[in-house]
């Protein structure tokens, strides 16, 4: 098992195994790449057990957004002893879903996720890798309402700043690891 005794804060952990990308993914956009993080059996603990104890004992299963977000959930899900809840991107679920759609700023996407995968009042905790604009995740929440789940709360490594993502989640207890100033 990895040895996650440090005192080097999560933000310093995450700028140093961060890799950032230059124009990714258009021009005057530098892109903070978490996959050097999810490589790294320290980092990894770390970030997950980040994101999960502000949490502790608030939730029954975590929800994890895809594609990223799948990689912190099952981490989380396994750490905290619970189980994983998928929120996929349309068409890719075999059985009845619930369905959000959401606007992006290039057009609108939409989510599912099965309707009897978690019985009303679960309490569930979701998480995703990136807090920019908030349709992602105010989606998710919007989801698992429709499921009678309660939102024990949202977690996500990198809130970028300036995009008024928070503002679209009232009311709902949101975990940053890193805010990212634009």
Same mark, same amino acid.
């Given at each position: 098992?990895?040895?996650v005794?440090?005192?080097?804060?999560?933000?310093?952990?995450?700028?140093?195994?961060?890799?950032?990308?230059?124009?990714?993914?258009?021009?005057?956009?530098?892109?903070?790449?978490?996959?050097?993080?999810?490589?790294?059996?320290v980092?990894?603990?770390?970030?997950?057990d980040?994101?999960?104890?502000?949490?502790?004992?608030?939730?029954d299963?975590?929800?994890?957004?895809e594609?990223?977000?799948f990689v912190?959930?099952?981490?989380?899900?396994?750490?905290?002893g619970?189980?994983?809840?998928?929120?996929?991107?349309?068409?890719?679920?075999?059985r009845?879903?619930?369905?959000?759609?959401?606007?992006?700023?290039?057009?609108?996407?939409?989510?599912?996720?099965?309707?009897?995968? $978690? /019985?009303?009042?679960?309490? *569930? &905790?979701? =998480? +995703?890798?990136?807090?920019?604009?908030?349709?992602?995740? @105010?989606?998710? %929440?919007r989801?698992?309402?429709?499921?009678?789940?309660k $939102? /024990?709360?949202?977690?996500? *490594? &990198?809130e =970028? +700043?300036?995009?008024?993502?928070?503002?679209?989640?009232? @009311?709902?207890q %949101?975990?940053?690891?890193?805010?990212?100033?634009?």
């Amino acid at each position: 098992m990895a040895d996650v005794t440090t005192s080097e804060s999560i933000s310093d952990l995450l700028d140093r195994l961060c890799e950032i990308v230059p124009d990714y993914p258009q021009p005057g956009i530098s892109f903070k790449d978490l996959t050097p993080v999810f490589a790294d059996p320290v980092g990894l603990r770390r970030m997950v057990d980040e994101l999960i104890a502000p949490f502790e004992g608030q939730f029954d299963i975590v929800a994890g957004l895809e594609a990223r977000g799948f990689v912190l959930a099952a981490a989380a899900a396994y750490a905290s002893g619970k189980g994983m809840l998928t929120i996929r991107k349309a068409g890719k679920l075999p059985r009845e879903v619930y369905r959000d759609e959401y606007t992006l700023e290039y057009g609108t996407s939409c989510l599912e996720v099965h309707k009897d995968e $978690i /019985a009303p009042g679960t309490r *569930v &905790l979701i =998480l +995703d890798d990136v807090l920019a604009t908030g349709g992602t995740v @105010g989606s998710a %929440v919007r989801l698992l309402q429709q499921t009678g789940a309660k $939102i /024990a709360g949202v977690g996500v *490594v &990198l809130e =970028l +700043d300036g995009l008024g993502g928070r503002a679209k989640l009232p @009311g709902q207890q %949101v975990v940053s690891l890193q805010v990212v100033h634009s």
